[in-house]
């Protein structure tokens, strides 16, 4: 089953409000998640690295104070898409590293997707 | 439930060829993706099939049996660099990702 899990699974808003996504892990506790934007068909573009506890760190070219990452427990990290406009409509997906497997620390598990469309 | 089942870890020879199988429960089908991700990298997309067959795309390859509710991914001429997690995952009928847990592969000299 899943281990991962997004809420809301896809969201239409108005151009100018604010989208909040979550992103839970389940069974686990994970204090590193990462938050990608998905196109159609092409890689996940990493947006940020989001660590429990402490600020975010943004990959080149995202704007931090657009997309607001708040990681508030070992289980919850979510996406703030403040001011949306129709160029954020996208899929966004987070994946969540479990410290816990075995000592591999490069196991994430990926959750659903969030599909955004801004009108 | 849903469910995505791969192989958690293959080994195979530079410059062999290697399939990595990959079986699906799901509600619904919207296509099937495979993703390359290397340690401490985003996945890399390779490959999408939505209808039965074979999708070749230089060394590698990705087959798709709907009505088996599998598919493979085929690499050809290993080389050093494809050491890294393979990923399964599956668009359901609400175009949702559901994912399977990686394989990973080890290419040895």
């Known amino acids: 089953g899943a281990v991962v899990s997004q809420h809301p699974s896809r969201v239409i808003c108005k151009s100018g409000t604010s989208v909040k996504i979550e992103c839970r892990s389940l069974d686990f506790q994970a204090t590193t998640m990462f938050w990608y934007r998905q196109f159609p068909k092409q890689s996940l573009m990493l947006m940020a690295t989001?660590?429990?506890?402490?600020?975010?760190?943004?990959e080149q070219g995202v704007e931090k104070d657009k997309f607001l990452i708040n990681h508030a427990s070992l289980t919850l990290s979510t996406l703030t898409v403040t001011s949306a406009h129709p160029e954020d409509s996208s899929f966004y997906i987070c994946s969540a590293r479990d410290l816990t497997s075995g000592g591999d620390t490069d196991t994430q598990y990926f959750g659903p997707g969030t599909r955004l469309t801004v009108l | 439930g849903q469910n995505i089942d791969q192989p958690t870890e293959m080994t195979a020879t530079e410059g062999a060829i290697v399939q990595i199988n990959c079986t699906y429960q799901?509600?619904?089908?919207?296509?099937l993706f495979w993703y390359q991700q290397h340690a401490g990298e985003a996945p890399t997309f390779l490959s999408y099939n939505v209808l039965d067959g074979l999708e070749e795309k230089g060394r590698f390859s990705s087959f798709l049996s709907r009505s088996k509710g599998y598919s493979y991914l085929l690499l050809k001429e290993l080389q050093m660099k494809d050491s890294a997690s393979y990923l399964c995952a599956v668009m359901d009928s609400n175009y949702q990702l559901i994912w399977g847990a990686g394989t990973k592969l080890i290419i040895k000299p």
């Open positions: 989001s660590n429990e506890g402490s600020k975010a760190t943004y």
């Open positions: 799901t509600s619904g089908f919207n296509g």
